[in-house]
């Protein structure tokens, strides 16, 4: 019988736990709203003994989670939720409680890494060099793997406070509390809400919020494209539930490159390339699977010959 995992989706409203082995092999799953950390990880922590006391000891623990994070092992801030605006929950060490609570090895990345790092593992990235993965929802944020790790770099990847052009007579502010206008000011669920009045949910597909919305996800996109040069730039999040908005970014991406990228993934209407996620809306807690997976038994690293979308 292989090894069994545990999964935390550490989110700011809610955190989901998980134990089992994939996709199709979660064994139990349970949700706790996010209220204080003693409450909210002592409780995580009290289910996975029961778990363990069901199914045997776990391998390890996997947590993706909101941040920013600490994510550099060795360093003093690893595993922590760092400089989070999220009251009570800023500086708080949820590796250490998860790991020192139930004795196991944790592995720890921002939720969009994991999620990313699950839809490389066994969904929509599989096979891929480089996978970009962005959350479209209450924020916006994006998570890389490269060669089957997530990219960390100096503190993680911020990929919803990048800047995108303005489209034409777009006069609205922007709601984030650092930059305004940056792609999570603009295109958020939040920025949704304010910019229309009415909470995102509430606008009909074929809403003109949409046609915008498509523009600053493209702007985006397209960046993201000629910056890392991704094989999948999978797109998650409740707003990518709207029908339509996933093609509609398809033919703004394209019609922003210009037809200067060329291969076949870029080819007809990029329906390859930029993708909804092979896990569904469980790419964020399979992710936090795939990641104590990974810490524990890494899956074998393909040769970069290997990939598709090789030359
Ligand atoms: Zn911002």
Redesign the pocket.
């Known amino acids: 019988m292989s090894a069994i995992y545990g999964a935390i989706e550490a989110g700011g409203t809610k955190f989901v736990l998980a134990c089992g082995r994939g996709p199709g092999e979660l064994l139990e799953e349970r949700t706790l709203p996010t209220t204080t950390p003693e409450e909210t990880l002592g409780a995580s922590v009290a289910w996975f003994r029961e778990v363990q006391g069901r199914h045997g000891e776990l391998a390890g623990i996997g947590v993706g989670t909101f941040g920013p994070a600490g994510v550099h092992e060795g360093a003093a801030d690893w595993g922590w939720i760092t400089t989070t605006p999220k009251a009570g929950w800023r500086d708080t060490d949820v590796a250490g409680y998860v790991g020192r609570g139930l004795g196991l090895p944790v592995a720890f990345d921002t939720d969009v890494n994991a999620a990313a790092l699950g839809e490389w593992l066994w969904g929509a990235g599989v096979g891929c060099e480089v996978v970009l993965y962005l959350t479209v929802g209450t924020g916006i944020g994006g998570g890389v793997v490269m060669g089957g790790k997530p990219l960390h770099g100096v503190l993680h990847p911020e990929m919803?406070?990048v800047r995108t052009a303005r489209a034409a007579g777009d006069e609205f502010a922007g709601v984030?509390p650092?930059?305004r206008d940056?792609l999570?000011?603009m295109a958020s669920g939040p920025a949704i809400g304010a910019r229309w009045g009415r909470p995102a949910g509430e606008l009909p597909p074929g809403h003109e919020a949409w046609e915008l919305e498509a523009h600053y996800l493209a702007e985006a996109c397209t960046g993201f494209l000629c910056t890392l040069s991704p094989q999948r730039v999978i797109l998650g999040g409740g707003v990518m539930g709207v029908p339509g908005l996933l093609e509609r970014v398809r033919a703004g991406v394209r019609e922003r490159l210009g037809g200067y990228l060329q291969h076949p993934l870029y080819s007809g209407g990029l329906e390859d390339c930029v993708v909804a996620p092979g896990l569904g809306t469980r790419s964020g807690i399979l992710g936090a699977l795939a990641l104590a997976r990974e810490l524990v038994q890494p899956a074998s690293q393909l040769a970069s010959s290997d990939y598709v979308g090789k030359h």
């Open positions: 919803g406070h984030c650092w930059h940056c999570e000011g």
